[in-house]
């Protein structure tokens, strides 16, 4: 976990196969359009108007809300397994000869 002294810093948008964070203060207002794209985001809030635009957030693949680890997974949400095949993908690769 780091943290970053605003949204330039190199490490504030980045993302790992691995547990990391980093955090940012902003103002509430700009954070759901400032986090971008994200496979996993945690809220930690009881904002109700927070929690709308988080749901609504088209570009967070999968949205904790409250103090749930990341790689905690619940099977029977659709798209678990999915997120599994995406992160860990088998990839063909040919090439001709000469």
């Known amino acids: 976990m780091?943290?970053?002294p605003d949204w330039q810093?190199?490490?504030?948008?980045?993302?790992?196969?691995?547990?990391?964070a980093s955090?940012?203060?902003?103002?509430?207002?700009e954070m759901v359009t400032r986090i971008g794209p994200t496979l996993v985001a945690?809220?930690?809030?009881?904002?109700?108007?927070?929690?709308r635009q988080l749901l609504a957030?088209?570009?967070?693949?999968?949205?904790n809300l409250g103090?749930?680890?990341t790689h905690e997974i619940a099977w029977d949400?659709?798209?678990e397994g999915n997120l599994f095949?995406?992160?860990y993908q088998q990839r063909a690769l040919q090439r001709r000869a000469g």
């Open 9 to 20: 810093h190199p490490l504030a948008n980045t993302e790992y196969l691995f547990p990391f």
């Open 67 to 69: 103090p749930i680890p």
């Open 2 to 4: 780091i943290h970053a």
């Open 23 to 29: 955090v940012i203060e902003a103002p509430q207002e």
């Open 85 to 87: 095949d995406f992160l």
């Open 57 to 63: 957030a088209s570009h967070i693949e999968r949205l």
């Open 42 to 51: 945690t809220a930690l809030t009881e904002d109700e108007h927070l929690t």
């Open 77 to 79: 949400q659709p798209h």
